[in-house]
């Protein structure tokens, strides 16, 4: 069986499915700064008890997600700790 599909990956098990997406992703039109960092500290509380974060964080590093929430961290958070540590030690964040 193939485990690396949504049907059977950890998508399965995320946190966020059901959740409203606009949580996680930025709106289409401009977003104020504190309107950012409301809508972000609302989809980190979700993040902060998924089961799957890691494995969501480790995808989103690997195919250089640039937008949104993944993993608990947004895309700033994300291109810094690819710098300071590449994604093969991931799990030490945990
Ligand atoms: S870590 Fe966050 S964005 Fe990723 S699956 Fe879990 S709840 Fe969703």
Known sequence: MATHTW?????????????????????GEWESREAKIARERNAKSIC???????????????IR??????????EIERRVLIREQGHGTLR???
């Open 48 to 62: 902060a008890v998924c089961p799957v974060r890691i494995e969501c964080l480790e995808y989103a590093v690997r």
């Open 65 to 74: 997600e640039p937008h949104g929430i993944w993993g608990g961290l947004n």
């Open 7 to 27: 049907e059977y990956g950890w998508q399965w098990r995320a946190a966020c499915r059901g959740e409203d997406s606009g949580l996680f992703f930025p709106p």
């Open 92 to 94: 030490s964040i945990g």
